[in-house]
C-alpha cells in the first residue's frame, strides 16, 4: 500500500512540476533559487512519504512542502542580504517597484506573506478555498476572511465566483 | 477580475527551465534507491524454489542448523533441466541465509561435460555472494555499534540473505536462467546474473556470438531506437544519458522466441515507478 502511495506521490510530483517551479519562482524570483526550491521540495517529500496519509492529501501536503521551502530561503537569503553591506544599496531598488500600482502582478508581490500565499494559491494555482486553508494550516473562515480583505485592498472587484 | 486574469497570465508565462524536470528526476532517482530496499522480496520464486521450501521448513523444525543436498527437482523440459543442486539456509544469531544453488544437466549424451563449466561457475557465483553478504552484515552490525547502538537495538534488524534463482527459458532450443542474490538491508548489494545456453549447439550464448563482431553498435542503436519509441508513446523519460552502453557484460536473456532480451534493473535506465526494463532485440 505504502509504495502503491509512494508511486502515485511520484506520478503526481512528475506531471506537476512546471506549477510548483512557477509558485516557487514567483516568491524567489529567480531561476537557481526556484529550481532549488523545487527540488529540495521532491527530496523532502520522498524521504518524509510515511507522512502523507492517503492519496487525497498528496496535492496540499507537496504545495504546502513547496510553500514552506520558498519562504524559508527567502528568510535565509533576507538574513544574509541584512548582514551584507550591500543591503543598503539596494533600498532605492525595492521602493522603485513599489511605484508601479499599475501592474496588479507586482502589486500582489509586495503584498505581506500570508495575504501573498492565499491569492498566489487562489489565482494563480486555482486551488479551493478548503485546500488553501490546509496548506496554511488555517481556519477556513480565516482564509475567507483574508481572502476578501485582501481583494478589497487590491482593489479588484469581488465577481461572484464560486467558492469565494 | 480583468486585472486578476492580466496578474495569473503573467504568472503563467514564467518560462520553465529544462532544467526542472533534469533537477526533479535526479532527485526522484537518488530517493527511491534509498527508500527501496526490498524490492526484490516481492518477486515471485520459481515452482521449484516453492517446493524447496517446504522441504525448508521440514528440516528447520527438526534442526537448529539445516544444510542439505537436494537434487533431482526437475522443472521442466526434456533435453535440459534446472534442477537445484544444493540448497540450504541457515540461521544464526543476527542473519538469515537462505541459498539455492541450481545446476543445468543435459541429457544429450554427447554435450556431456560442458555444462560442467557451467555448473562449477554458478555454484562459485552463489557461494561468494552468500560469503560476501555475510561478511558484509558482520560489518554492518560492527558500524552500528560503533556508533551507538545497542545490541538490544540490533536484534530487531531483520538481517536476511538470500540467493535463489528463475528459469526465463526453457525450450528445446534455448536455456536462460537468472541468480539473484539479495540482502534485506542494503539494496545497493542486490545482483542479478543471467545464464543463457545454447542447447542444440552446446554453447554458452554471448551477445557476440549471436550478432557477430559489431554486437555493441547493433544493440545500442536497436535499443536508443526502443527508447526514443517508448518515450514517445508514454511520454516518460528514460535516463539513456546516464547509460554506458552494451559491453560483454550486459544482462540479457533468451526469450520464447529466440530473441535476446535485454534487461535493465529498476533505476538503470528509468524511473523506478517504472519498474525493470526489458528491450527485445529481433535477430
Not at chain 1, 92 to 112: N, R, S, V
Not at chain 1, 118 to 132: A, G, P, V, W
Not at chain 2, 66 to 88: K, L, M
Request: overall charge negative.
Amino acid at each position: 500500500m505504502k509504495q502503491d502511495l509512494y508511486n502515485k506521490l511520484v506520478t503526481y510530483i512528475i506531471e506537476n512540476q512546471d506549477k510548483f517551479y512557477r509558485l516557487a519562482f514567483s516568491y524567489v524570483k529567480n531561476q537557481d533559487d526556484a529550481l532549488d526550491v523545487v527540488q529540495n521540495a521532491v527530496c523532502k517529500a520522498l524521504t518524509h512519504y510515511k507522512d502523507l496519509k492517503n492519496e487525497e492529501a498528496i496535492k496540499t501536503w507537496f504545495y504546502k512542502i513547496v510553500l514552506n521551502e520558498s519562504l524559508a530561503l527567502l528568510k535565509a537569503k533576507k538574513r544574509l542580504v541584512l548582514t551584507d553591506e550591500s543591503y543598503y544599496h539596494e533600498i532605492p531598488y525595492e521602493e522603485k517597484q513599489f511605484e508601479i500600482y499599475d501592474d496588479l502582478y507586482t502589486q500582489i508581490e509586495q503584498m505581506e506573506e500570508d495575504a501573498q500565499n492565499i491569492i498566489k494559491l487562489r489565482f494563480f494555482e486555482e486551488l479551493e478555498l478548503n485546500e488553501i486553508a490546509q496548506i496554511l494550516r488555517m481556519n477556513l473562515n480565516t482564509v475567507k476572511t483574508k481572502l476578501y480583505r485582501e481583494l478589497r485592498a487590491l482593489k479588484v472587484a469581488i465577481e461572484k465566483e464560486a467558492g469565494v | 477580475m480583468k486585472r486578476m486574469a492580466e496578474a495569473k497570465q503573467k504568472y503563467d508565462n514564467i518560462p520553465i527551465p529544462e532544467e526542472l524536470s533534469k533537477r526533479v528526476m535526479l532527485e526522484i532517482k537518488k530517493a527511491e534507491k534509498k527508500h527501496n530496499k526490498r524490492g526484490l522480496f516481492m518477486k515471485k520464486i520459481t515452482a521449484a524454489a516453492a517446493t524447496v521450501a517446504i522441504l525448508f521448513i521440514v528440516g528447520i523444525n527438526s534442526s537448529k542448523t539445516f544444510a542439505q543436498e537436494i537434487s533431482n527437482i526437475p522443472i521442466i523440459g526434456s533435453i535440459a533441466r534446472i534442477v537445484t543442486f544444493r540448497s540450504y539456509e541457515t540461521k544464526t544469531e543476527d542473519t538469515d541465509i537462505s541459498v539455492d544453488i541450481p545446476s543445468i544437466e543435459l541429457i544429450s549424451e554427447e554435450l556431456n561435460g560442458l555444462e560442467k563449466g557451467v555448473n562449477e561457475e554458478i555454484y562459485a557465483f552463489c557461494k561468494q555472494y552468500a560469503d560476501e553478504a555475510l561478511l558484509r552484515a558482520e560489518q554492518y552490525k560492527k558500524a552500528f555499534l560503533e556508533t551507538g547502538g545497542t545490541e538490544e537495538e540490533w536484534a530487531k534488524h531483520d538481517i536476511k540473505i538470500k540467493v535463489w534463482y528463475e528459469v526465463k527459458t526453457l525450450t528445446d532450443e534455448y536455456l536462460s536462467l537468472v541468480i539473484m542474490g539479495n540482502e534485506s538491508w542494503n539494496s545497493a548489494n542486490n545482483q542479478a546474473k543471467y545464464y543463457s545456453f545454447d542447447i542444440k549447439e552446446g554453447k554458452w550464448l554471448t551477445l557476440k556470438e549471436i550478432f557477430g563482431d559489431n554486437y555493441i553498435q547493433f544493440v545500442e542503436e536497436n535499443i536508443r531506437y526502443q527508447i526514443k519509441q517508448k518515450e514517445e508513446e508514454t511520454g516518460m523519460e528514460f535516463w539513456d544519458e546516464q547509460w554506458n552502453g552494451v559491453d560483454e557484460n550486459t544482462k540479457f536473456y533468451i526469450n520464447s522466441n529466440g530473441n535476446p532480451v535485454i534487461i535493465f534493473e529498476k533505476y538503470e535506465i528509468a524511473p523506478g515507478a517504472a519498474g525493470s526494463q526489458e528491450f527485445e532485440i529481433v535477430k
